[in-house]
């Protein structure tokens, strides 16, 4: 555990506590880091808040993921995790990256790196990973990323879910995994993308993945809970390929679905306009015209009603 000279500059209220921003000097650099410790509430909703980071955290350094530095440290007398943030002159959220650029996945020097993320977040039971919690960062003329915030993956899903590691629950990732980062859907094509990703995670010694977990503090993860979290990745790093590719048939299943009732949506909503106007006709004396000219616009009239429209929709 470091106690070097982290401290406190700035509290940040979150829903699950307090996440407290400190700073250092390290080896002539300025480091800037997010503490976050264990507090009532959250423990009772994430469970072993330091013990998810910890593991994540090196699982992620495992298969080369691009993931923020994390370290035990002891500020004021709390026990936490401190998460470093990147030395770097600019840093924007993936949703503010999406703003700015408009597609933020097509502006990234490695964007097989986000398919690699979304296969660790299906080993860990990653239910929070969102824009917000994806850190890009100017790379010459395109932008690397790097992961954060890891409290609700491994005991904190089971925990923020309330159900068992080997229920049956956990195997279908659109029924507990809602949150994708803007662009990744899209991204997906099918499922031989994804199979390189699996594969390296399955090439994974368990010795290691063990050694990952027994790296946590016997202070902090109770054999209990440090035999579950074993059985449950061990498991599920066997499994993972046909999680996935449940995950892939269903995902299939959903777009057809959805275009579907948007079409008969589109088709029943004519019909009944198209009704409607012959009905006002009829009242008015005029003739039955179904179709309608399209009315004419003021050239001086900018609307975008047609892109609100679907960024309502879709969003």
Not at 44 to 68: F, P, Q, T, W
Not at 128 to 147: A, E, Q, S, V, W
Not at 303 to 308: E, L
Request: charge should be positive; charged fraction near 25%; proline fraction near 4%.
């Amino acid at each position: 555990m470091t106690t070097k000279s982290w401290r406190p500059v700035r509290k940040l209220v979150r829903k699950l506590g307090p996440v407290w921003v400190v700073r250092r000097t390290h080896h002539n650099h300025k480091q800037t880091g997010y503490f976050k410790f264990p507090t009532r509430r959250n423990r009772k909703y994430v469970g072993n808040l330091i013990a998810n980071e910890l593991i994540s955290y090196r699982l992620a350094k495992l298969i080369d993921l691009n993931v923020a530095n994390v370290e035990l440290a002891k500020i004021r007398g709390r026990r936490g995790v401190v998460s470093i943030a990147r030395p770097a002159r600019h840093l924007y959220s993936w949703n503010r990256l999406h703003r700015m650029k408009g597609s933020a996945i097509h502006h990234l020097d490695h964007p097989e790196q986000l398919l690699r993320t979304f296969v660790f977040d299906v080993w860990i039971c990653n239910v929070d990973r969102h824009g917000g919690n994806l850190i890009t960062f100017p790379r010459g003329k395109r932008y690397g990323f790097y992961l954060i915030d890891h409290g609700l993956a491994l005991d904190g899903a089971l925990k923020w879910r309330k159900r068992p590691w080997n229920s049956s629950y956990w195997t279908n990732v659109w029924r507990y995994n809602r949150h994708y980062v803007r662009g990744l859907l899209s991204y997906v094509r099918n499922y031989r993308q994804l199979v390189p990703y699996i594969k390296q995670i399955q090439r994974i010694p368990s010795r290691d993945i063990e050694a990952a977990i027994d790296a946590v503090p016997a202070s902090i993860l109770d054999y209990e809970n440090r035999q579950k979290i074993k059985k449950m990745l061990l498991y599920r790093q066997r499994n993972l390929d046909w999680i996935i590719k449940k995950w892939a048939k269903e995902g299939n299943k959903s777009v057809r679905d959805v275009q579907k009732h948007v079409s008969e949506s589109s088709e029943t909503e004519t019909v009944q306009k198209q009704q409607q106007r012959v009905k006002q006709n009829k009242r008015h004396g005029k003739k039955h015209q179904v179709f309608s000219k399209p009315p004419r616009h003021n050239k001086q009239d900018h609307s975008t009603f047609g892109a609100d429209y679907l960024y309502y929709y879709y969003s």
